[in-house]
């Protein structure tokens, strides 16, 4: 129940517009007959009004929203909340007020050393314009003649300087509204652009992500990037940022307001990694909301061997100090209450019931700021059960991802912990194993699972030497159920929602 909260957007009382379709998140729990909703990143609870109540069942029922401001102003709390995403309905622009049509986007397509997925690549972008930016490629005329064969702009730069470079580099030579960053290993579908760019109906929307999955293949590799792809951020929908479900989204395909990226500077040209969490973070920062779409899938290649998907993780894991100089404690590995971060401390060191007491303490902590739900004791012990538990499975992950090198010299300097300290090191593997995400064997995909996170917290590691700082390594603790609040309260002239 930790992290960031979120900031509620001004209310435009253009958006959402009239017949705008709204879905509730899956996660979301309705309590007293709807009038309680449970739910959103980070986990809040609204108190909706009967009427407010009646306006949710109409949109999960499928029905439009209205003209009314009220029902927008709703709309957007919930939005902002993610516990509300659009129902965006592909559309080539011509009748939303807002969508462009494909004549108003302009993709730039970096490359370096890549014909073939060039040539993939641009046979799906044919009816869009395109600028193909080859960042001093060895074998430029290879580039040069498939982006002529496709009637794609091109031009080459002298020096690499990375995707993010080459991307500014294309961007200054859109002129139109809108532009479509799609890197040149990217294979997009049909329909991609309109079911990403109904979103920009929304006029505080600066950039919409699809999901990008890694195209199947043969072999233990391929098997295994088809479900653990660092591109791919699941199946869930909602705005990103940090604190959020999907904090980042990669720059590999990036549907954006042009003036938006130029605004905040476009991408850093220091950064080779983690340049599209920096962009992302920027646009979010600067008050743009950016949105995760993954009902459109783009396919990506996968690691063409073992070498260079350990040394593409490695390199993910060295951005987080570059990210750390730019973007503070945005990076921590793992965020949860101190409470939640106590109680597991004391599990760890051999006193569970002690760290139970904690636990239970937080849970009549937080009962008391439920007072006023039907059932506080029920709900608490629901809410703070499930936030424990998910910051045990994140402190799990920040070990098995970042801090393995320390838990490594406790293992070896305190014999009789080597058994827990490897059961939490493996434990998020195991977890997805369990969850369903089995690209091979039982032993062989943990292994695997294991062995990726190791890798990247060996980067991090690499860039917290580099950049000398420790950022990346420290974990965020929230307030929960401290002084932050749990309760959304409303504005004074929100008819939808109560105040407390």
Same mark, same amino acid.
């Given at each position: 129940?930790?992290?960031?909260?979120?900031?509620?957007?001004?209310?435009?009382?253009?958006?959402? !517009?009239?017949?705008?379709?709204?879905?509730?998140?899956?996660?979301?729990?309705?309590?007293?007959?709807?009038?309680?909703?449970?739910?959103?990143?980070?986990?809040?609870?609204?108190?909706?009004?009967?009427?407010?109540?009646?306006?949710?069942?109409?949109?999960?029922?499928?029905?439009?929203?209205?003209?009314?401001?009220?029902?927008?102003?709703?709309?957007?709390?919930?939005?902002?909340?993610?516990?509300?995403?659009?129902?965006?309905?592909?559309?080539?622009?011509?009748?939303?007020?807002?969508?462009?049509?494909?004549?108003?986007?302009?993709?730039?397509?970096?490359?370096?050393?890549?014909? #073939?997925?060039?040539?993939?690549?641009?046979?799906?972008?044919?009816?869009?314009?395109?600028?193909?930016?080859?960042?001093?490629?060895?074998?430029?005329?290879?580039?040069?003649?498939?982006?002529?064969?496709?009637?794609?702009?091109?031009?080459?730069?002298?020096?690499?300087?990375?995707?993010?470079?080459?991307?500014?580099?294309?961007?200054?030579?859109?002129?139109?509204? @809108?532009?479509? @960053?799609?890197? #040149?290993?990217?294979?997009?579908?049909?329909?991609?652009?309109?079911?990403?760019?109904?979103?920009?109906?929304?006029?505080?929307?600066?950039?919409?992500?699809?999901?990008?999955?890694?195209?199947?293949?043969?072999?233990?590799?391929?098997?295994?990037?088809?479900?653990?792809?660092?591109?791919?951020?699941?199946?869930? !929908?909602?705005?990103?940022?940090?604190?959020?479900?999907?904090?980042?989204?990669?720059?590999?395909?990036?549907?954006?307001?042009?003036?938006?990226?130029?605004?905040?500077?476009?991408?850093?040209?220091?950064?080779?990694?983690?340049?599209?969490?920096?962009?992302?973070?920027?646009?979010?920062?600067?008050?743009?909301?950016?949105?995760?779409?993954? #009902?459109?899938?783009?396919?990506?290649?996968?690691?063409?061997?073992?070498?260079?998907?350990?040394?593409?993780?490695?390199?993910?894991?060295?951005?987080?100090?570059?990210?750390?100089?730019?973007?503070?404690?945005?990076?921590?590995?793992?965020?949860?209450?101190?409470?939640?971060?106590?109680?597991?401390?004391?599990?760890?060191?051999?006193?569970?019931?002690?760290?139970?007491?904690?636990?239970?303490?937080?849970?009549?902590?937080?009962?008391?700021?439920?007072?006023?739900?039907?059932?506080?004791?029920?709900?608490?012990?629901?809410?703070?059960?499930?936030?424990?538990?998910?910051?045990?499975?994140?402190?799990?992950?920040?070990?098995?991802?970042?801090?393995?090198?320390?838990?490594?010299?406790?293992?070896?300097?305190?014999?009789?912990?080597?058994?827990?300290?490897?059961?939490?090191?493996?434990?998020?593997?195991?977890?997805?194993?369990?969850?369903?995400?089995?690209?091979?064997?039982?032993?062989?995909?943990?292994?695997?699972?294991?062995?990726?996170?190791?890798?990247?917290?060996?980067?991090?590691?690499?860039?917290?030497?580099?950049?000398?700082?420790?950022?990346?390594?420290?974990?965020? @603790?929230?307030?929960?159920?401290?002084?932050?609040?749990?309760?959304?309260?409303?504005?004074?002239?929100?008819?939808?929602?109560?105040?407390?």
């Amino acid at each position: 129940m930790g992290g960031d909260g979120a900031t509620v957007a001004s209310v435009d009382d253009s958006y959402p !517009p009239a017949g705008f379709g709204l879905g509730l998140d899956p996660s979301l729990r309705r309590l007293d007959r709807g009038r309680i909703l449970v739910g959103g990143t980070p986990l809040r609870v609204v108190k909706l009004s009967p009427g407010g109540a009646d306006v949710v069942d109409s949109w999960h029922d499928g029905e439009p929203l209205d003209v009314s401001t009220a029902q927008r102003r709703l709309a957007r709390r919930l939005l902002d909340a993610a516990m509300v995403h659009p129902r965006v309905t592909p559309t080539s622009g011509s009748d939303v007020p807002g969508v462009p049509d494909r004549r108003e986007v302009t993709a730039v397509v970096p490359v370096r050393d890549n014909p #073939s997925g060039l040539d993939r690549c641009l046979g799906g972008l044919a009816d869009i314009a395109v600028v193909v930016i080859d960042d001093a490629s060895d074998d430029a005329v290879s580039h040069r003649r498939i982006a002529k064969r496709h009637g794609a702009g091109y031009i080459r730069r002298d020096a690499t300087g990375g995707p993010g470079a080459a991307r500014t580099s294309g961007l200054a030579r859109v002129e139109t509204e @809108f532009v479509a @960053f799609v890197d #040149s290993d990217v294979e997009v579908r049909p329909g991609w652009l309109e079911g990403l760019c109904g979103h920009f109906a929304d006029p505080m929307v600066v950039a919409v992500a699809p999901r990008i999955r890694s195209r199947r293949g043969s072999g233990l590799l391929a098997a295994y990037e088809r479900e653990h792809s660092p591109l791919d951020l699941g199946d869930t !929908p909602g705005p990103v940022g940090p604190g959020r479900m999907v904090s980042y989204v990669p720059t590999a395909a990036l549907v954006a307001r042009a003036s938006a990226i130029t605004d905040v500077g476009g991408f850093d040209p220091d950064m080779v990694w983690g340049e599209d969490v920096d962009l992302i973070w920027r646009l979010v920062a600067g008050g743009g909301v950016v949105r995760y779409e993954p #009902s459109v899938e783009l396919l990506h290649e996968p690691r063409p061997d073992w070498t260079a998907w350990v040394t593409q993780r490695r390199r993910y894991g060295a951005s987080a100090a570059a990210l750390a100089r730019r973007h503070g404690d945005k990076v921590a590995p793992a965020r949860c209450s101190r409470w939640s971060a106590g109680a597991w401390l004391l599990v760890a060191a051999g006193h569970p019931v002690i760290g139970a007491a904690l636990a239970a303490g937080s849970t009549a902590a937080l009962a008391r700021r439920l007072d006023s739900l039907p059932h506080p004791r029920i709900e608490a012990v629901r809410l703070a059960g499930r936030g424990h538990l998910m910051a045990g499975l994140g402190l799990a992950r920040a070990t098995s991802r970042v801090w393995w090198p320390l838990a490594a010299a406790l293992a070896v300097a305190v014999p009789r912990r080597r058994a827990a300290v490897a059961a939490v090191v493996v434990a998020p593997a195991v977890v997805d194993w369990m969850q369903g995400r089995r690209p091979a064997d039982g032993p062989v995909s943990i292994a695997l699972r294991t062995a990726d996170d190791m890798a990247y917290g060996l980067g991090v590691w690499q860039g917290v030497v580099a950049e000398r700082t420790i950022t990346p390594l420290v974990p965020k @603790f929230s307030e929960w159920p401290g002084r932050r609040a749990v309760i959304d309260d409303a504005d004074a002239d929100d008819p939808m929602v109560e105040r407390r």
